[in-house]
């Protein structure tokens, strides 16, 4: 069973920066594709970023482009998600996931699910 386990999350105020990693592991997985969504109350969940683990092609939603920033580490079997200039608008639980296979980062589905860090952005 692949498990995949989201730190990093917290508090930080307006415009501050965090950094959230996920560690992959469980049977010997390599991961097509992996990416970080988040769920705030009351909303969907949003897919945040998305990167292809064979290039590190990614994908980025609009409404963190430029601001945030997704990056993979293949010997490690870890995933990064660097975020800067934080808005209480981007106050969520944040799921790291993983994907065996996965055809297009925008939209395909995920296989396996980290359990959730959450970040609290304050003003």
């Known amino acids: 069973q692949v498990q995949l386990v989201e730190s990093g999350g917290g508090l930080v105020q307006a415009g501050g920066s965090l950094r959230l990693s996920c560690a992959a592991s469980g049977r010997t997985f390599v991961p097509y594709a992996m990416g970080w969504f988040r769920q705030a109350p009351g909303k969907e969940r949003e897919r945040v970023a998305a990167?292809?683990?064979?290039?590190?092609?990614?994908y980025d939603a609009e409404s963190v482009k430029g601001r945030f920033s997704i990056s993979r580490d293949n010997a490690k079997n870890t995933v990064s998600l660097q975020m800067n200039s934080l808005k209480p608008e981007d106050t969520a639980i944040y799921y790291c996931?993983?994907?065996?296979?996965?055809?297009?980062?925008?939209?395909?589905?995920?296989?396996?699910w980290g359990k959730g860090t959450l970040v609290t952005v304050f003003s």
């Open positions: 990167i292809r683990w064979s290039d590190g092609y990614t």
């Open positions: 996931a993983a994907a065996t296979m996965i055809i297009d980062l925008a939209r395909g589905p995920m296989d396996f």
